[in-house]
């Protein structure tokens, strides 16, 4: 089964930027979904935004559209989540997904990477 890696999380100050990667093991399929969640403590992990490879299907959460961009490079085989103006609310472990459909729900993704804590703070 493939294996999701993230990176790039830490501690960043308020209104400041970070960038995660995420890195399947090997190549998916093509009609592969690539999502972030994040879970801050003492809440239910939430859909942050999915992307297939190709780029062309992208959703965000309502809330974080404008503020988070995800990516995908395909030649790279890996998928990005550009995050600026960050919030203290923004901090949480966010995680990279896969699926096989286009789904904002927690439940439909069943292969998970192991989280990246993202801490936004003076």
């Known amino acids: 089964q493939v294996q999701l890696a993230e990176s790039g999380g830490g501690l960043v100050q308020p209104g400041g930027s970070l960038r995660l990667a995420c890195a399947p093991s090997?190549?998916?399929?093509?009609?592969?979904?690539m999502a972030w969640f994040r879970q801050a403590p003492g809440k239910e992990r939430e859909f942050v935004a999915y992307?297939?490879?190709?780029?062309?299907?992208?959703a965000y959460a309502h809330s974080l559209e404008g503020r988070f961009t995800i990516s995908a490079d395909s030649a790279k085989n890996t998928v990005y989540l550009q995050m600026n103006t960050l919030k203290p609310e923004d901090t949480a472990v966010y995680y990279c997904?896969?699926?096989?459909?286009?789904?904002?729900?927690?439940?439909?993704?069943?292969?998970w990477g192991q989280g990246t804590q993202i801490s936004v703070s003076s």
């Open positions: 090997r190549r998916t399929l093509s009609t592969t979904v």
């Open positions: 997904a896969a699926t096989a459909g286009y789904s904002r729900d927690v439940n439909q993704y069943r292969t």
């Open positions: 992307i297939n490879w190709t780029g062309r299907n992208v």
